[in-house]
C-alpha cells in the first residue's frame, strides 16, 4: 500500500468489568450475539475481542476516523450495552500511525 494514499485511522478500546455470574462459556455466547451486528457495519474495518489478564474485557476496534467509532458506539449503542451485561463501558481512543501486518506481510504508514 502507499502510505501517501492512506488515511488516519482510529483505534478504539471498550473496556468493561467481566459481568457479575459471566462464565468464559457465556463471554463468548454474548460475544457471538454481537457479530450480525457488527459484521452488517460497513464502517468497522476489525474488531478484536479480548479478555484481559486482569479479568477485564475488551473490544479493540479499528475505524476508518473516530466518526465512525462515535457513531457505533453513541449513547443508544451505551444505554443497550448496559442493558445486556449490566457494567459500564469505558470507552478511549487512539491515533494509529502505523500497522505491521505479517500476514499480508505489509507495513502501512498513515499520516
Partial sequence: MDPE?????????????????????????????????????????????????????????????????EAAHDAAWIDRFRARTGVEPEITYGDVFMVIDNLSGEVTEYP
Fill in 5 to 69: 494514499k492512506e488515511t488516519a485511522m482510529i483505534i478504539e478500546f471498550v473496556t468493561f468489568d467481566c459481568p457479575a455470574g459471566f462464565t468464559q462459556a457465556d463471554i463468548l455466547a454474548d460475544a457471538r450475539s454481537t457479530v450480525a451486528m457488527w459484521q452488517a457495519n460497513e464502517r468497522l474495518i476489525r474488531k478484536h475481542f479480548v479478555t484481559r489478564e486482569d479479568g477485564k474485557i475488551m473490544g479493540v476496534y479499528l475505524w476508518p476516523d473516530r466518526a465512525a467509532a
